[in-house]
């Protein structure tokens, strides 16, 4: 009888400290019977949050793609306004407001032009050309920098085109401009090995000439002063 007694007793403490609840890191009182329905939730809650951010950030990229798309199509507006050009045009037409531009020496409409034409028709036939009168009037006008820069355009983009020649010795008398006359003759040489029969190739040797001339002077400067 008393073994039955203390068997009973130990059955009984023994599903009070399981059923029982139990207190948290916070000191309240959670049904450890209730535990995995809890983490079921948290991990509910929180894919849901997750998908929120991911929402959220699809359409900020979304707002900002359209805002950048509004941006262009008002720049491309205002450089049509500005340029004068009809509704619909073709890489033609745009070249030859460029030769009109180039020949009254218009060189910010010629730039103007020159951005259109490589926006909207990057591989026109017209495209190395436009970079070359574009350096040439630059050139022509003292601004050697911006000159340069656009016949390294025509080499870098355009590395079989027609004006290549023309863009090597623009590039040679630009640096020649800025007296950096090592790098006019580097020019220069790859203009006579690459194009020998070319009339850049001849015009390289009156080039060459100045230079010498003038790097001769620039020292005659420096041992005076």
Do not use: W
């Not at 911006?146 to 040679?172: C, H, M, S, T």
Request: charged share 30%; net charge neutral.
């Amino acid at each position: 009888m008393n073994r039955l007694c203390i068997l009973l007793l130990v059955i009984t403490i023994s599903y009070a400290s399981f059923a029982a609840p139990s207190a948290d890191s916070d000191g309240e009182v959670v049904d450890l019977t209730l535990r995995p329905s809890l983490n079921a939730k948290n991990e509910e809650l929180s894919l849901l949050s997750q998908e929120s951010k991911k929402r959220a950030e699809n359409n900020q990229l979304k707002s900002l793609d359209n805002f950048i798309q509004s941006e262009k199509k008002k720049s491309h507006l205002r450089k049509k306004l500005t340029l004068g050009l009809p509704d619909k045009y073709d890489d033609n037409y745009l070249y030859s407001e460029m030769v009109r531009s180039f020949q009254s020496r218009d060189v910010e409409r010629l730039e103007l032009l020159l951005g259109e034409l490589l926006n909207q028709f990057s591989h026109s036939i017209h495209a190395d050309n436009a970079l070359v009168i574009t350096g040439q009037l630059n050139l022509s006008l003292g601004r050697s920098a911006e000159a340069l820069r656009l016949f390294e355009q025509v080499i870098k983009d355009y590395p079989f085109a027609n004006r290549l020649p023309a863009a090597l010795l623009g590039k040679a008398v630009a640096y020649k401009n800025l007296k950096l006359y090592k790098y006019a003759n580097t020019a220069l040489d790859q203009l006579k090995k690459d194009f020998p029969g070319s009339p850049e190739a001849y015009r390289s040797e009156l080039e060459k000439r100045l230079i010498e001339v003038e790097a001769k002077g620039l020292d005659l400067n420096k041992n005076v002063n």
